[in-house]
């Protein structure tokens, strides 16, 4: 018999040292974030957290560069790209409520390294498209990639103590968001270039008509370029998750089965586990707000590159340059919304945290707003500048909140809170698809705003509140778990 089968949590460990000071109370986490170490578990942890992450939004908004030239070679409609894009945020729903549950019960380095090698199919099959229909089912399957947003979160959360976890959390969530900017500029102005200029030669100049059996005779460069260049990604994709299934760790004392075959932890019910997150009442203003910030940069990662060409009469290279913008900001922008959210909550406690996160998603929307009304091509970009920074901060803010509503399921609300972003992005997405870009950004700018008045709603027990009135009693204990079912006794 374990002892956790006796009712007891063994001092079990993988590891006899760490390299961080960590503290014993809070499961050996980590207390400070060494960013230039790579070692393991917990810094090991965090490298690996955001780099999955941020391969996993490349392949997820790979196609978005290059929806201009889907469009004009397939002869698609705006109204049948923005179905796709809203496939490609609105497959990452469900995932994400599954995922969090998951992660509680196997650990985040299984799941993380199951989602990618499931995305990466997908992405390097992007090049059999030829239709509507295909180009949606291709980015819904690729959009499953996103619901690595939770195991990201979740494994920084497992590795960081409650004092730095909003910076921990923030830099590995803005450091895998910064694919989203990243991708447009390599796929939608080197890589594609590069294939259209050197691997096939500028076969368009021969003045064939690419719309003729373009499947079995694939003539114009350009089109070869975009059937082609999503290989490379996918790829990369697929070696990242075969790595860190050998070389990472999902906690501090080692890896779920090992603890759980050691008695170092309890057996989890990922069921209980989704039910104890989705009752919080927390939980759900999370989710509405960070619908308000994460849904923001989905959205614009898939309308940046065409709003810019089609607004502003960019080229597709330039306007994929300029739309990467927004994504170069989580560089600093979502840890700097993190860091702000722990020095506030240093000076203030929880409080700080919802003025901080109320501060954000404010000057977002006022950012949004403005963004509407920009008519001259540098003034946007330095507006959408501004914009960038606080929709990211915001991001690290919200993140700052998640791992203090419930600790024990803390994966179930990341989860949940996670899915919260891909729902504001599919619905904004319909704005997009059925308005003008103007009232579309008005209806977006206006809901932000919205959302920022709710911070005072978020009421956890043990913490102190911004305006409303406290609750009684304390925090859940780190170690305390939802009992695991009987029929999940032996999973």
Not at 126 to 133: D, E, L, R
Not at 381 to 404: C, T, W
Not at 455 to 484: C, H, Y
Request: glycine share 10%.
């Amino acid at each position: 018999m374990t002892s956790v089968e006796s009712g007891k949590i063994s001092e079990w460990k993988k590891y006899d040292e760490y390299f961080v000071e960590t503290d014993p109370d809070q499961d050996d986490k980590s207390k400070e974030i060494k960013l230039l170490s790579f070692k393991r578990p917990h810094m090991r942890a965090f490298h690996c957290s955001w780099w999955c992450f941020f391969i996993a939004f490349f392949i997820w908004f790979s196609a978005a560069p290059l929806l201009s030239e889907i469009k004009d070679d397939l002869g698609l409609t705006k109204q049948e790209i923005w179905n796709s894009s809203i496939a490609g945020v609105g497959s990452t729903i469900f995932m994400r409520f599954v995922n969090g549950p998951l992660c509680d019960k196997y650990g985040p380095r299984i799941m993380m390294a199951a989602i990618l090698l499931f995305a990466c199919v997908p992405t390097a099959l992007t090049g059999i498209v030829n239709s509507a229909s295909d180009l949606l089912l291709i980015r819904m399957f690729i959009g499953i990639g996103g619901s690595t947003f939770v195991m990201c979160q979740y494994w920084t959360s497992r590795m960081f103590t409650k004092e730095v976890v909003g910076t921990a959390n923030a830099l590995a969530g803005g450091w895998g968001n910064l694919g989203g900017g990243v991708t447009q500029l390599v796929v939608g102005s080197v890589l594609f270039p590069i294939f259209k200029n050197y691997v096939y030669d500028d076969d368009s100049e021969d003045g064939v008509d690419c719309s003729d059996d373009i499947t079995d005779d694939l003539k114009c460069a350009s089109e070869k370029s975009w059937r082609t260049v999503c290989v490379i990604p996918a790829v990369v994709t697929m070696c990242t998750a075969l790595w860190i299934i050998w070389n990472s760790d999902d906690a501090p004392k080692g890896n779920y089965y090992e603890m759980k075959v050691h008695g170092a932890m309890p057996a989890i019910s990922a069921a209980n586990s989704f039910r104890e997150g989705a009752y919080n009442m927390n939980t759900w203003v999370l989710f509405v707000q960070y619908a308000c910030c994460f849904g923001v940069e989905l959205t614009m990662n898939n309308a940046a590159a065409l709003y810019f060409k089609e607004e502003f009469g960019q080229s597709t290279e330039s306007a994929a340059a300029i739309a990467s913008i927004f994504g170069w900001m989580n560089l600093f922008a979502r840890g700097l919304g993190g860091y702000l959210s722990d020095k506030m909550s240093a000076r203030m406690g929880m409080k700080g945290r919802l003025i901080a996160q109320t501060i954000c998603l404010f000057f977002e929307g006022i950012m949004v707003l403005i963004f509407a009304n920009s008519t001259n091509l540098g003034f946007a970009i330095v507006i959408l500048v501004f914009f960038s920074v606080f929709v990211q901060a915001a991001e690290g803010s919200s993140y700052g909140i998640v791992p203090y509503v419930n600790p024990p399921v803390t994966g179930s609300i990341a989860g949940i809170v996670g899915a919260g972003g891909n729902t504001g992005a599919v619905c904004f997405g319909m704005g997009f698809r059925e308005l003008e870009y103007k009232q579309a950004f008005l209806i977006m700018g206006l809901c932000i705003l919205g959302t920022s008045v709710l911070s005072p709603f978020v009421r956890i027990p043990g913490q102190n509140t911004w305006i409303l009135p406290a609750v009684e009693g304390g925090a859940p204990e780190v170690i305390q778990a939802p009992d695991v079912e009987a029929d999940e006794a032996d999973a």
